[in-house]
């Protein structure tokens, strides 16, 4: 039985714009992570964790960041600390989530295994070889399988995630860096730094695990990200300071984009509208504006930014603060299951109330009657994170919660 804690809640917002999303940049020279708001191009807070974060990955609903250190931190992004910390081998590096968010899987550089994480209990829950390096992790789409980059074994490792263990390897994937899937999981695409493609992108058929095609693209294509359509890959290249944008379709390069220098993280906004870069040896992220595949903004960061993983978060995490917040209201429990309980300290009539879900579709409005507790049965809403706000004049108190069965 899943256990349901009441938390009265406390309104302190932040003002978030109805399209903000955010991204989470690990700064490997300073051991922190810069927290920027992609609508504004701006940091908007810097969060210390340990030695030379590297790797990356934000759960699906923006609620948890997984940050790769000698460990894999757990951040909370409603306050931007971390609430958990979770050995893991000795040297992790990859990481990505799956779709769901029930499970992390990550991969170590020195000891060449995966660990599974249980995100309920933060606890790992299996430990496997992989291959000698396990460099770059990734997760079907419809989470049925995981796979590893080997970097030195010129192989991927398919993984069977029912069961967490090595399924089958794709070989001649010549040191491989970086990983991407496509949205509709039948492609593989690696970035490769060895033997007689080096400098290419490996298009990989993922349902029988061959080898299409090679794409050129710059001096050492590190990592890879698709658009959420799956028609356009963008490829940071450490050695030449630049991104390689590719046609999916036509497996051919469209233009190269300079960014700042050494890229190692890159990430591609839910909308596909903009493409992070962070640029290890320039202290910054380049913004690419994906309908003219131009350089819109470099924003500062912290010291050798490395962000190697999905480090952009997938929905919208806050809604817009307009006016004034509000301390008369209060929504309770949270997480719910049958009851969400809304409390006004000081009863006044017509509280507009709007729920939406994580995709910002309205699911419930109606104004609320002057008394002091409302209650609004969700017992056949399904699982997953709402927001809601209680309007009155200049008034308004938002957050979210959690629906839980």
Request: charged share 10%; proline share 4%; net charge negative.
């Amino acid at each position: 039985m899943k256990k349901v804690i009441t938390i009265l809640i406390a309104f302190a917002f932040v003002g978030l714009s109805a399209n903000a999303q955010t991204a989470y940049i690990t700064n490997s020279g300073d051991s922190t992570v810069s927290v920027i708001d992609v609508t504004t191009n701006a940091v908007s807070a810097t969060i210390p964790v340990s030695t030379s974060p590297s790797g990356v990955a934000v759960s699906r609903d923006g609620t948890t960041v997984y940050i790769v250190t000698d460990s894999v931190y757990v951040l909370n992004t409603a306050n931007n600390t971390v609430s958990a910390k979770i050995k893991v081998g000795s040297s992790p590096y990859s990481i990505a989530v799956t779709p769901d968010g029930s499970e992390v899987y990550v991969g170590d550089i020195i000891d060449g295994t995966v660990s599974v994480i249980n995100t309920s209990s933060n606890a790992v829950i299996a430990t496997f070889y992989s291959g000698s390096p396990a460099v770059a992790t990734a997760v079907s789409p419809n989470q049925n399988e995981a796979f590893e980059v080997n970097y030195y074994d010129n192989t991927v490792s398919v993984i069977n995630t029912f069961t967490n263990v090595v399924s089958h390897i794709i070989q001649g994937v010549h040191h491989g860096e970086g990983i991407a899937v496509s949205p509709d999981g039948s492609k593989l695409y690696v970035t490769l730094n060895g033997g007689a493609n080096a400098g290419a992108i490996c298009v990989i058929n993922a349902l029988t695990d061959t080898i299409l095609s090679f794409v050129t693209v710059g001096v050492r294509p590190w990592v890879i990200c698709i658009t959420p359509d799956g028609s356009r890959l963008y490829v940071a290249n450490m050695n030449d300071s630049s991104v390689s944008v590719i046609n999916a379709a036509t497996d051919s390069l469209i233009t190269t984009i300079t960014v700042g220098a050494s890229p190692q993280g890159i990430a591609v906004s839910p909308d596909g509208s903009k493409v992070l870069v962070a640029n290890n040896g320039s202290n910054s992220v380049s913004v690419i504006n994906t309908a003219t595949n131009t350089v819109s903004a470099s924003i500062p960061v912290g010291h050798a930014p490395i962000a190697f993983g999905n480090f952009i978060s997938t929905f919208t995490t806050g809604i817009p603060s307009l006016n004034a917040e509000s301390a008369s209201i209060s929504i309770y429990p949270n997480p719910a299951s049958t009851f969400l309980n809304i409390h006004q300290s000081t009863p006044s009539q017509n509280h507009q109330l709007i729920i939406t879900d994580l995709l910002g579709n309205e699911v419930y409005k109606e104004v609320i009657p002057s008394i002091v507790n409302y209650q609004l049965t969700i017992d056949n809403w399904s699982e997953g994170i709402y927001f809601y706000e209680v309007r009155k004049n200049n008034e308004a108190a938002r957050g979210k919660f959690i629906k839980m069965n």
